[in-house]
């Protein structure tokens, strides 16, 4: 089945600092999210890539898809503390559009 | 406008009793569905609805679970009898579109723990 892998697992960076997390999937995606669940929290929706090759950003977020559809990427410029969370890629694929979670990446900053 | 709204927030059982969580999704979206998230891991999909249809439930463990969900509206989601392993969070999410084509809103979850 469908399997959707997230890295790094963990990252711990000092305020002020970048970050990045990867997301690969085993298949070609029609979509992929991106989620952050704070601590405690439930998984919040941020964005959602369609086209190829496609870059959006929300302020110190920059999201990217794949030219393939089956990679996608985070990065957050200049990381605040508040930024601490998971960050979940799932990815949508298949003829029952199924919506498949990667593991996450736990992101902890050091003010 | 409220979100998803899940009930009870905690449960702890003993082992082969049953339990039921109850979601209710933000009005008028279609799709419904049940994850059940581990401690340090992503969301697992039990079953997905659209409107009263369940899509997708190839991961439900039908032999202990099962899932309804009442005029397409509110779902019910029960685990008879519960099992150590079952302990995790199960979140009920909600989305206005079909085929997992628009972003979906997570409730608070139900920390679930068996004893």
């Known amino acids: 089945g469908q399997q959707v892998m997230q890295i790094p697992q963990y990252q711990h960076v000092q305020e002020g600092e970048d970050f990045t997390t990867y997301c690969n999937s085993s298949t070609t995606l029609s979509n992929i999210q991106w989620y952050k669940q704070r601590p405690g929290g439930h998984p919040v929706f941020l964005i959602q890539?369609?086209?190829?090759?496609e870059v959006k950003k929300q302020k110190r977020l920059t999201f990217q898809f794949g030219e393939a559809k089956k990679n996608s990427s985070l990065h957050i410029t200049a990381t605040q503390t508040t930024d601490v969370g998971t960050y979940f890629c799932a990815g949508l694929a298949g003829s029952n559009y199924k919506l498949t979670f990667g593991k996450g990446t736990l992101l902890t900053v050091n003010p | 406008e409220a979100g998803v709204v899940q009930s009870p927030r905690y449960k702890i059982i003993e082992k082969k009793q049953p339990v039921a969580f109850w979601c209710n999704p933000i009005s008028g979206h279609n799709t419904l569905y049940w994850y059940r998230q581990n401690l340090g891991q992503g969301p697992e999909l039990l079953i997905r609805y659209e409107n009263e249809e369940a899509v997708d439930d190839s991961q439900l463990p039908k032999d202990r679970f099962s899932a309804e969900r009442l005029k397409g509206v509110d779902s019910t989601l029960k685990i008879q009898p519960a099992e150590l392993g079952d302990s995790a969070v199960y979140l009920c999410?909600?989305?206005?579109?079909?085929?997992?084509?628009?972003?979906?809103?997570f409730g608070q979850g139900t920390r679930l723990t068996v004893v």
């Open positions: 999410a909600s989305s206005l579109g079909l085929r997992g084509g628009t972003e979906a809103f």
């Open positions: 890539l369609v086209k190829s090759g």
